[in-house]
Nanobody, 115 residues
Framework: QVRLVESGGGLVQPGGSLRLSCQAS????????MSWYRQTPGKERELVAA????????NYADSVKGRFTISRDNAKNTVYLQMNSLKSEDTAVYYC????????WGQGTQVTVSS
């Protein structure tokens, strides 16, 4: 079955960096687009970044453009989110998502940006 497992979250100071990873299994990873979302308490989950199956096309939320980079390694069935120049407002639970007949989400990884 489809499984998505995020890792790499943690506590970081403002201006710092983190790299999130999402390990996928149970489907032909290289054939599907992947995306990262985030959610804070009381708010809807929002799209952060997305990447096409080949990695050739990416898009980002305006709030993270120039600071975050999404990438993928189809040989490792993994999608990454490199987050630089982190701000307190980036604090959230980050989820990876894919659509394989239906939507699948990972369990999420907490990112906390605080001094």
């Amino acid at each position: 079955q489809v499984r998505l497992v995020e890792s790499g979250g943690g506590l970081v100071q403002p201006g710092g960096s983190l790299r999130l990873s999402c390990q996928a299994s149970g489907f032909t990873f290289s054939s599907y687009a992947m995306s990262w979302y985030r959610q804070t308490p009381g708010k809807e989950r929002e799209l952060v970044a997305a990447i096409a199956s080949t990695g050739g096309t990416t898009n980002y939320a305006d709030s993270v453009k120039g600071r975050f980079t999404i990438s993928r390694d189809n040989a490792k069935n993994t999608v990454y989110l490199q987050m630089n120049s982190l701000k307190s407002e980036d604090t959230a639970v980050y989820y990876c998502k894919t659509l394989v007949a239906r939507l699948y989400w990972g369990q999420g990884t907490q990112v906390t940006v605080s001094s």
